[in-house]
């Protein structure tokens, strides 16, 4: 079954404006990943945050983590339509176990 | 980061043939995995490509299906047998680069007929 699971499942925003999508999942973790995926291609690793981490920055993203409420959220400001892409959180990874990925979002960024 | 290329990036196919995915990494790494993603979903792990051993099978994937070969630590293949249209997917590897960061490879966009 799937660790993370994510709304919205689809987001349809003007440029400029901020996203953010929230991931929840079920078990206790060490990390939590968000990877970009553009036009059915291939992964983009976004960012890392592990388990005693509560918020992280990188450019525009800004991922939050609340382990007590088993739930992420991504939040990407200022965005652009080059931003146009399906967002998935996974968890685990780490030392080669399995990633176990979210459903994932689509974020449509109309210019 | 790790850079990894796969081959093809694309194909179309014919029901009952069977197709090979290369992934190439341009630098060694200790593990090596095959995700599926079929259309509209999200990502699966099919299997761990050990080097020097038989690959790691998630449940609901066997060996026969989706024989892998991992001959070294930078290289690793993965083949789609006798393929059905269910089979029609994105095939993607990734690596595990430190401890905790899968990178990966740009997927395979596979079409059975």
């Known amino acids: 079954s799937q660790q993370g699971e994510e709304d919205p499942q689809a987001l349809s925003i003007q440029e400029g404006e901020n996203a953010t999508m929230n991931c929840s999942y079920k078990t206790s973790i060490n990390n939590l990943q968000w990877y970009r995926q553009n036009s059915g291609r291939g992964l ?28 992420s959220s991504l939040l990407i400001t200022a965005s652009r339509a080059a ?8 968890t685990g990874g780490e030392y080669g176990n399995k990633l176990v990925f979210g ?9 | 980061s790790a850079v990894i290329s796969q081959k093809p990036s ?7 043939t069977s197709l090979t995915i290369q992934c190439q990494v341009d630098s060694q790494v200790t ?12 990502l699966t792990l099919i299997a761990t490509a050990n080097q020097g051993s038989e690959a790691t099978y998630e449940s609901g994937f066997v060996i026969d ?7 070294n630590l930078t290289f690793s293949t993965l083949t789609v047998s006798n393929m059905s249209p269910e089979d029609s997917s994105i095939y993607l ?3 595990l680069a430190g401890v905790e960061t899968q990178y990966f490879g740009p997927g395979t966009r596979l079409l059975v007929l």
Request: proline share 4%; with cysteine; net charge positive.
């Open chain 1, 44 to 71: 983009v690793h976004l960012i890392l945050i592990r388990s005693n981490e509560r918020e992280k920055h990188s450019g525009r993203l800004r991922v939050t983590l609340d382990t007590s409420k088993k739930s």
């Open chain 1, 83 to 90: 931003d146009t892409a399906s967002y998935f959180c996974a």
């Open chain 1, 103 to 111: 459903a994932g979002t689509i974020l449509r960024v109309k210019s």
């Open chain 2, 10 to 16: 694309r194909d179309i196919c014919q029901r009952g």
């Open chain 2, 31 to 42: 593990m090596m995995f095959w995700y599926r993603q079929q259309p509209g979903q999200s």
């Open chain 2, 65 to 71: 299906k989706f024989p892998i070969s991992r001959p």
């Open chain 2, 93 to 95: 590897c990734s690596v």
